[in-house]
């Protein structure tokens, strides 16, 4: 096993970023010819997927998302007051993490020969929810 962390510096609060030649560059580097890569956001407001990076349907994704968890709605995690220890600088964030949740922050895909066994139009997108930011991605071959 071998892992490996890269980071993306996102540019808004929400954006979608391919990591996919990333992780295929930590692949090479490597001697196994074939296994699985496992990554993981180390954030809980960003999220993993395998979807199509096409820019319209990254529209529609953003609609979505904010639909079914639109920021201040009365979240208890945006009671700032009411919580300990927390930074001046807090975000209310709450839906950032609600919508971190409908879409996981973990993906596995298998490879072969160094490239990962994905779809013609697939890729692996770190989605940010709460930008910008530097964000970190744990890549784990197995």
């Given at each position: 096993?071998?892992?490996?962390?890269?980071?993306?510096?996102?540019?808004?609060?929400?954006?979608?970023?391919?990591?996919?030649?990333?992780?295929?560059?930590?692949?090479?580097?490597?001697?196994?010819?074939?296994?699985?890569?496992?990554?993981?956001?180390?954030?809980?407001?960003?999220?993993?997927?395998?979807?199509?990076?096409?820019?319209?349907?990254?529209?529609?994704?953003?609609?979505?998302?904010?639909?079914?968890?639109?920021?201040?709605?009365?979240?208890?995690?945006?009671?700032?007051?009411?919580?300990?220890?927390?930074?001046?600088?807090?975000?209310?964030?709450?839906?950032?993490?609600?919508?971190?949740?409908?879409?996981?922050?973990?993906?596995?895909?298998?490879?072969?020969?160094g490239k990962l066994q994905l779809g013609q139009y697939q890729d692996v997108i770190l989605v940010e929810l709460d930008g910008p930011r530097e964000r970190k991605v744990v890549i784990s071959i197995q």
């Open positions: 096993m071998f892992t490996e962390m890269i980071s993306i510096q996102t540019s808004s609060s929400f954006s979608c970023h391919s990591i996919t030649n990333q992780i295929e560059s930590i692949i090479e580097c490597g001697t196994q010819l074939e296994g699985v890569v496992c990554a993981s956001a180390m954030h809980t407001t960003t999220a993993l997927i395998v979807n199509e990076m096409e820019e319209r349907l990254i529209l529609d994704l953003e609609k979505w998302l904010k639909e079914l968890a639109p920021p201040l709605q009365g979240y208890k995690h945006d009671d700032l007051h009411l919580r300990d220890n927390i930074p001046e600088d807090e975000p209310k964030n709450a839906h950032s993490h609600m919508q971190a949740l409908l879409l996981g922050n973990d993906v596995s895909v298998p490879f072969k020969d």
